[in-house]
């Protein structure tokens, strides 16, 4: 049996899936992030504040949702929850839906 070759569009996608990881979970993607996701998660957090409400309101246990479109390898669905806000990821790619189940459900540590 010989071995199966690999589609360069494969290599294109692990590649992708790497840099991703490098930005959304090492210590040294933090500015990237901090300068993409910090203005998101503020301006979302304005407009509910404008609006009276909190991401969890402990008197009535309800929380606002939040919906992460193409949400790759979900760090900004982590931080929103983080927040406590009730977080949902979308993505399409699954090469970034094995490598974001295994970074948000098999891993114990960071880094």
């Known amino acids: 049996m010989r071995p199966e070759k690999i589609k360069a569009s494969d290599v294109y996608k692990m590649r992708s899936t790497l840099k991703s990881f490098m930005r959304e979970w090492s210590t040294e993607g933090a500015s990237e992030r901090q300068s993409a996701y910090l203005p998101i998660i503020e301006e979302v957090d304005?407009?509910?504040?404008?609006?009276?409400?909190?991401?969890?309101?402990?008197?009535?246990?309800?929380?606002?949702?939040?919906?992460?479109?193409?949400?790759?390898?979900?760090?900004?669905?982590?931080?929103?929850?983080?927040?406590?806000?009730r977080s949902q990821g979308n993505e399409f790619a699954y090469f970034m839906l094995l490598s974001s189940n295994f970074i948000l459900n098999q891993t114990e540590s960071v880094e």
Do not use: I, W
């Open 46 to 85: 304005t407009h509910f504040a404008g609006q009276g409400r909190q991401p969890f309101d402990l008197q009535s246990g309800d929380r606002v949702s939040v919906l992460n479109p193409g949400c790759g390898l979900g760090r900004l669905v982590f931080e929103f929850a983080a927040k406590g806000y």
